[in-house]
């Protein structure tokens, strides 16, 4: 299963409301999870089951959708907020990645 | 902080073997998937296979027939032996587990496998 991301790079202002689109290439259910990953250290698990919450991830992030088509939203942007963020399916194998979104902070 | 230790990365020649290794806290020695997952530089993470608590284990297709992943319960550790590696195999490696289900919750800090000439 392919998982596209989009925009691959998006630059925006604290404060802001920023989407990050997540579509797979073919019907997932709601088995995808969110990563977010800064320089230098591993992936970080934000959201899993499309909505759910890892503990101690500020609610300002959001997921949402179904089947083929996902998004992150982080709902007043942080300078925190900071790396690159990451889709995975875990429907089937192989697990599989987006090629991630970089959100920059103008 | 929960974090996973790998260790046995490092700079091999293509067609030669490497084995990672992986110590997970006891804490979470019991989780039911347990994954290595490699990340290229600049590039997206990439799984390359799972073991799951009953031993059943899954590959990716890059990894098939070459690489072997295991788990010795009793040492808490996990294991990646690779064989017949390519300069594509060049990557840090993570061991990442979770218990619920095949997302990554706990990553180690990564160890840099570099196959070169």
């Known amino acids: 299963i392919q998982m596209t991301q989009s925009p691959s790079t998006l630059s925006a202002s604290v404060g802001d409301r920023v989407t990050i689109t997540c579509r797979a290439s073919q019907n997932i259910d709601k088995w995808l999870a969110w990563y977010q990953q800064k320089p230098g250290q591993a992936p970080k698990l934000l959201i899993y089951m499309v909505s759910s919450f890892e503990s101690g991830v500020p609610s300002r992030f959001s997921g949402s959708g179904s089947g083929t088509e996902f998004t992150l939203t982080i709902s007043g942007l942080q300078p925190d907020d900071s790396a690159t963020y990451y889709c995975?399916?875990?429907?089937?194998?192989?697990?599989?990645f987006g090629g991630g979104t970089t959100v920059e902070i103008k | 902080e929960v974090q996973l230790v790998e260790s046995g990365g490092g700079l091999v020649q293509p067609g030669g073997s490497l084995r990672l290794s992986c110590a997970i806290p006891e804490l979470i020695a019991s989780s039911k998937f347990t994954s290595w997952v490699r990340q290229a530089p600049g590039k997206g993470p990439e799984w390359v296979a799972v073991?799951?608590?009953?031993?059943?284990?899954r590959y990716a297709d890059s990894a098939k027939g070459r690489f072997t992943i295991s788990r010795d319960n009793s040492k808490n550790t996990l294991g990646l032996q690779m064989n017949s590696l390519r300069p594509e195999d060049s990557a840090v490696y993570y061991c990442?587990?979770?218990?619920?289900?095949?997302?990554?919750?706990?990553w180690g800090q990564g160890t840099l496998v570099t196959v070169s000439s």
């Open positions: 073991i799951y608590s009953s031993g059943e284990v």
């Open positions: 990442a587990a979770d218990a619920r289900n095949l997302m990554f919750k706990y």
């Open positions: 995975q399916q875990y429907e089937s194998y192989p697990l599989t």
